[in-house]
């Protein structure tokens, strides 16, 4: 349940040391890598993402090669839509969101410090 201590989080630091990695975050949705003082962010697959509920829930890691994609574009601009609170006043119905028990906390309720 540490998302810089997980099987994942080790081996991208242990791999990528060449790379200038010097820190890794895993959570449930998002990778982050601390590259040359600068933090980067990859999408978790679905199966890597069913890998660490099973790690975090006393489980183990399936040794496998996991391939960690970019964000789109889209989702590193900075939104200027209305809050979504705005929204659901229109009469649209709220998003249920699912919270999966006993495991890490995700990426936006746990986002690595800023090196400074």
Known sequence: MNPNSCAIALACKRQLKDKGVTDAYVHLGRLYLLINKKWRR???PGYARDEVIAFDRGGRFVPQEIVFQPPPPDELI???????????????RKRVIHRTPEVRHSAHANLPERQK
């Open 78 to 92: 900075k939104s200027t839509r209305r809050s979504s609170s705005v929204r659901n006043t229109t009469g649209r």
């Open 42 to 44: 990859w999408h978790v």
